[in-house]
Structures are given as structure tokens and as C-alpha cells.
């Protein structure tokens, strides 16, 4: 099995990559363009491996596309890449557009030329927008994005699923919740507070901090997009939920808890606009079809990537780029104090 993974270097892609190449015989094509999200630190575990290859290419750019398959011939594209994060698309949507929506259309294009036997598109619960309580969306709920990156998530899975409906691609799309776990990027809730706790700087809750969450450890997240891709059916929709709906100020006390330090760290300021007030999904599609389950709780999860970030001190420095500086300062630096 050949397979063309897009966004490999990133947060999620890279687990899965990790995963790929320790538990199956597969060979491993990365596709990535190294983002300021993108790290082949993250890799360094597996690139020396002779079933793995780097390409380092934009999947908005057709012909290096064209190429990676032509000579790749994979049997499945596992498609991640995407700028991944809300508070950046609120910033500055162009590039999200671009990456999320075009990109996909381009490797869609690409796949069904040469007749890919699976198309994985990694999408989010964020494309059903906020639930009120006690709803929890199932595959058939309505897509209500609010953001974005959340509506150009939904256009790249609509747009995916049309390619089944239409040429009858072997699409298959997961939705998954808020993920957490060592090597996401700290600018994403759980690694900014942790990151920000570990060194004594504020933690920056928005709002009233009662938004909820459903968080979903990375490895859980990777078994179930395999699980999909090896089990799931042709043009067929599957949640992967970590069934843990926390509201941010209890996640944010549990860092400031398992890192020893004060609540007075933590700021109120103000709000993100548009801001989803909750997400909740049911898995019981692919538990059923696959026997998914997740198997982190929460706790330990979280005590695990607080330990990872406190033995990582220099992957964050290097992280932390000028790019970082810059965007922290322009997301964080004109937010006032809520109170
Ligand atoms: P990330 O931001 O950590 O990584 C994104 C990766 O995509 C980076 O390696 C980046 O270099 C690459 N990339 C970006 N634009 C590219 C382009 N034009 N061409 C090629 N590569 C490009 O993201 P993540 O958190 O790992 O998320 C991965 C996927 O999972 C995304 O599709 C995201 O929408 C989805 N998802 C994320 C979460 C979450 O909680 N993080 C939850 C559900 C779904
Ligand atoms: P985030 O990690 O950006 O994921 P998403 O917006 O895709 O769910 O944010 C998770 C929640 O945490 C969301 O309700 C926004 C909130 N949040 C803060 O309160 N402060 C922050 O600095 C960040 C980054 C997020």
C-alpha cells in the first residue's frame, strides 16, 4: 500500500505519519509545503525510513501535484493540509480560502484523473457550527459554519463529497473534534495555555471562557482516520469525537493545576468574533462500522503533552519563530482586558 499523506509535517499529519510508518508495512509520501505550521522536526523519527519520502510542494500547485501522483501512484490520499486555525482566519481568510477550498478542488481533480481508490478528507466538527445542549451532531445534521476556516472546511467536504455523488470517487470523510497532544503548534488552546503557564506569561481566555470543547487525544483521532480509511464505506461520512465536552475555563484551570501554578495567570479578554459557544458530535457511526473507540481520557492526555511540552523547551523556542511573535502580538495585542 502506497500512500500520499498532504499536510504531514503538521500537528495531526505528523502523528499520523508516525503511526503509519510503526504499525503498518505502508510506504509514506508527505506532501507538505511548510507552513508556519509545517516541521519536519516532527518527523525526524521516520525520515530516514526507506518507506517514507518527503515532497516539499503546495497542493494548490497543480502540476507538482500532478507530478507526486504520477510518480507515486498511491492507492489512498490521506488529505490534512489546510491552514488549521480559526483566530489566524478571522486575521487574514485569503490564504485559508485558498489552501482549504482551491486545494482541495486541486487534489480532488488530481485524484479522479487517475482514479485514486480512496480519497480521505480529513474534515471537522467545526462544519456544523454551534449546537445548543443537548444536541450532538450526527454525519446527516446540517452544516452551519461560523468562521473562516470553519465555512472553507465545509466547502473542501462538500466539495469532496460531490466528487463521489458526481464521478463516484471513493470519497470517505471524518469530522473530528478539538484535538490535543504533544507537537500542535502553540497558538491552538491546550499548547498556547500550556506553553504560556510553563513560563509564567497570562493565559488569555475568551469571553466568559464557558465555550465547550469536546477534546480528542491526536492518537485517537489517527486510529480512527485509519480505521476510515481501511473500514469506512465509499462516500460515507464519520465522526471521530473524544466524547470529553469540557468548557475552556476548566481545561485552562487543569493546565494551571498540573503545571503548579495560580489561577491569577489567567486573563478574561475579549472575545473572538463569531465565536462558537459549543460543539458536540456523536462517534457512533464509526464505532459501530469499525469497533473506534477512544482510549485517552482526558487527565492523563493531558497530563502526558504538559510533560511533553516541559521536556520540549527548545522545539517551542524554535517554533516560536518571528511569524509567531507577530501573529501573537496581532491576535493578542488588541484585546483588551474583559474586566
Ligand atoms: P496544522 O496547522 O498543525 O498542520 C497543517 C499542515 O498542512 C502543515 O504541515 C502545513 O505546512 C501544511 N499545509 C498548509 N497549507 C498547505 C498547502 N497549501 N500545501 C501543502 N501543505 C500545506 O494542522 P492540524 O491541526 O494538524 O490539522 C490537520 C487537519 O486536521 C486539517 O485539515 C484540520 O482542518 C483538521 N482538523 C484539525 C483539528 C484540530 O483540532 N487541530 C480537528 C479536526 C480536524
Ligand atoms: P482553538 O484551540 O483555537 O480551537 P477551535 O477554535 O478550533 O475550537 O480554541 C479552542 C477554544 O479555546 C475556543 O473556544 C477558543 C478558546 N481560546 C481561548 O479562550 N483563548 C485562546 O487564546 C485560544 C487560542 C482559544
Known amino acids: 500500500m502506497n500512500v500520499l499523506v498532504t499536510g504531514g509535517a503538521g500537528f495531526i499529519g505528523s502523528a499520523f505519519v508516525r503511526m503509519l510508518i510503526a504499525e503498518t508495512d505502508w510506504r ?13 522536526e516532527n518527523l525526524a523519527a521516520v525520515a530516514e525510513g526507506p518507506r517514507y519520502r518527503f515532497i516539499h510542494a503546495d497542493i494548490c500547485d497543480e502540476a507538482a501535484v500532478a507530478a507526486a501522483i504520477g ?11 489546510a491552514e488549521s486555525h480559526v483566530d489566524r482566519s478571522i486575521l487574514s481568510p485569503e490564504p485559508v480560502i485558498h489552501t482549504n477550498f482551491r486545494g482541495t478542488f486541486v487534489l480532488l481533480e488530481a485524484a479522479r484523473r487517475a482514479k485514486i481508490a ?22 446527516d445534521f446540517p452544516l452551519n459554519p461560523s468562521s473562516p476556516y470553519s465555512a472553507s472546511k465545509a466547502g473542501a467536504d462538500l466539495l469532496a463529497r460531490s466528487y463521489f455523488t458526481t464521478y463516484r470517487l471513493p470519497v470517505v470523510i471524518t ?30 481566555v475568551y469571553g466568559d471562557g464557558m465555550q465547550v470543547r469536546d477534546w480528542l487525544y491526536v492518537s485517537d483521532h489517527c486510529r480512527g482516520i485509519l480505521a476510515a480509511l481501511r473500514g469506512g464505506r465509499d ?29 491569577a495567570l489567567i486573563e478574561y479578554v475579549t472575545d473572538r468574533p463569531g465565536h462558537d459557544r459549543r460543539y458536540a458530535l456523536s462517534s457512533d457511526k464509526l464505532t459501530a462500522e469499525t469497533g473506534w473507540a477512544p482510549l485517552m481520557d482526558f487527565e492523563n492526555g493531558l497530563a502526558h503533552t504538559i510533560a511533553w511540552y ?24 488588541t484585546r483588551s482586558l474583559a474586566h
Do not use: C
Open 28 to 40: 509514506v509520501i508527505n506532501f507538505d509545503k511548510l507552513t508556519y505550521a509545517g516541521n519536519l
Open 71 to 81: 510518480e507515486e501512484s498511491p492507492d489512498a490520499i490521506v488529505h490534512f493540509a
Open 118 to 139: 480512496r480519497f480521505l478528507q480529513v474534515s471537522t466538527d467545526e462544519v456544523y457550527g454551534s449546537l445548543e445542549q443537548p444536541l450532538e451532531a450526527t454525519e
Open 175 to 204: 469530522r473530528a473534534s478539538n484535538n490535543y497532544g504533544p507537537y500542535q503548534f502553540p497558538e491552538k488552546l491546550i499548547p498556547l495555555m500550556i506553553t504560556n503557564a510553563l513560563e509564567d506569561r497570562r493565559l488569555p
Open 235 to 263: 462516500g460515507e461520512i464519520y465522526n471521530i469525537g473524544g466524547n470529553r465536552s469540557l468548557p475552556n475555563l476548566i481545561v485552562v484551570r487543569q493546565v494551571l493545576a498540573l503545571t503548579g501554578k495560580t489561577e
Open 310 to 333: 516541559e521536556n520540549h523547551r527548545d522545539w517551542v523556542e524554535r517554533v516560536r519563530s518571528g511569524e509567531y511573535r507577530t501573529y501573537y502580538e496581532q491576535n493578542y495585542g
